[in-house]
């Protein structure tokens, strides 16, 4: 495979450090942005051993950030979008007869009209670039074909994704016609410190695979990607689909 200019949200911890790792490893030139570079230590320290880690500042809440680091990047081929920055949110505040506005509002402005506004923002660059791909890391808990099954799970969370869902379904009917391919993809349960929070606040007692092995399936399904496959469903790590 060619070598590719990917582009990841959320890069200093858990999936997106994984990403960043796994594409830099391959031989990718990867744009690795966070909120806050000068405290991403273990991103930083990556970013020296590869010579084609270049860290960005973004949050993707900031739309004069955004605009800023698009403007930069004009005019220059980015092949993959990965959306993976997200929050759970305050684990005290997601649950009946403990909901509040202001935290709400805050994790879907991360987790559904984040991704939006980033992809929104490079699209030039997307178009420019040979890969034509933008991908947005949701979760099973958004599906709502399979809400009822799973009780007692952050509320706010749970409906960010299923609006993450949604906002990347239109915007890949927008894009279609362009040969780009939107998708959302699920990395199934990993070990990371969001789910280590999700644990300790909503009771799940199970334990999740390592970010390492949920990543290399997502890059796995992200190669073989097609406009087609990505409007069928959630595409998990593995393959497998999720319903909406």
């Keep these: 495979m060619p070598e590719l200019v990917v582009l990841i949200t959320g890069s200093d911890r858990g999936l997106g450090i994984e990403f960043v790792r796994q594409y830099a490893a391959r031989g990718d030139t990867v744009i690795a942005t966070c909120r806050s570079p000068e405290r991403a230590s273990e991103l930083r ?18 739309d004069a950030e955004v605009r800023a680091l698009a403007a930069q990047y004009r005019g220059r081929p980015i092949d993959i ?3 993976n920055a997200g929050v759970l949110g305050a684990n005290g505040e997601q649950s009946l007869g403990s909901l509040g506005r202001r935290h709400f509002h805050e994790v879907m402005d991360v987790n559904a009209y984040g991704p939006l506004a980033v992809s929104q923002a490079f699209l030039d660059s997307v178009l420019a670039g040979s890969g034509r791909k933008i991908v947005a890391l949701t979760s099973g808990l958004g599906s709502i074909s399979v809400a009822g099954r799973m009780p007692k799970a952050p509320y706010y969370y749970r409906m960010s994704k299923a609006a993450l869902n949604m906002g990347m379904q239109a915007l890949g009917a927008d894009l279609k016609t362009q040969g780009i391919a939107v998708a959302v993809l699920s990395p199934g349960t990993a070990d990371t410190d969001m789910f280590a929070q999700y644990r300790e606040g909503y009771g799940a007692n199970r334990s999740g695979q390592s970010p390492a092995a949920a990543v290399e399936g997502m890059i796995r399904v992200i190669d073989e990607l097609t406009p087609e496959r990505a409007a069928q469903a959630i595409l998990r790590y593995d393959g497998s689909l999720v319903g909406w």
């Design 45 to 62: 320290a990556l970013a020296a051993r590869h010579a084609n880690v270049t860290i960005e500042k973004l949050d993707v809440t900031s």
């Design 81 to 83: 979008l990965v959306n």
